[in-house]
């Protein structure tokens, strides 16, 4: 059996529509536009290709974006005023501070002083505490996360019931969607790089989601036939053959593993342009948040 290959581009384009059209309908209704602050500290290139894609989206879907670029040498203090700054700004609905943050910057201090009304990456402690808590609420939800259950959900997959394990267990995926797929009432593994035998783990999966960060670790007998796999990882390899010398894969081996999952994103084209499509939703929805419209 060959897997269906779940077009993540497609999913995440209907949802970039959607925002595209709640944008002009706020301006039609004279609203200001929707404005997304973005905040880059420091040169990494990944970083900054992920900030530039995020103000260009922005600016397709009619929304505005505000770049900040500090120097990897800025103190904790700056990048905390520059966040307040932007916490006063009507003009700013959500703020967006690029991780990973130099190392000698006081991450979860940062992302605490965002307001929890312009916190479209859900980072926030108070966010991701309420996230893992029953009967509480997180008004924004981390994108990479939710962009996973969208596509679990677009694609019919029952969650409930399932067993779901989660390869990684970082702050900005692996524990997120954890905490999402408990709320979806599976029943969830995690498992990382210390777990004893990953792949015995791996098998028992109906629903996979890797996010460990290591290239096409996943390989065809760790997966249940028939699973659905979705693939978080991003990593770029050596390969001479193409154009820039090196290309990018994901965490799982796809030409091993499509042969054998029910379903399987692939990278690039996956999970990757649906963390974009839902941070202008969050954003849409925090600017209709500060307009009083929900
Ligand atoms: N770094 C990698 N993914 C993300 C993300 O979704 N948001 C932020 N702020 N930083 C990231």
Redesign the pocket.
Known sequence: MTAQIIDGKAIAEQIRREVGEGVAELLAAGKPKPGLATVLVGERPD?AQ?VRTKQKTCAELGMESFGYHLEATATQEEVESLVRQLNADPAVNGI?????LPSHLDEESVLRQISLEKDV?G?HPINIGRLAQKGRDPLFV???PMGCIVILKKMGVKLEGANAVVLGRSN??GMPVALLLVRENATVTICHSRSQDLPGIVRRADVLIAAVGRARMVKGDWVKPGAVVIDVGINQIEDPTHPKGRRMVGDVDFDQVKEVAGAITPVPGGVGPM?IAL?MQNTLRAAKIAQGLV
């Open positions: 970083s992920y967006l501070v690029q991780l990973p990456d980072f981390p994108c990479t900005i995926v963390t941070l």
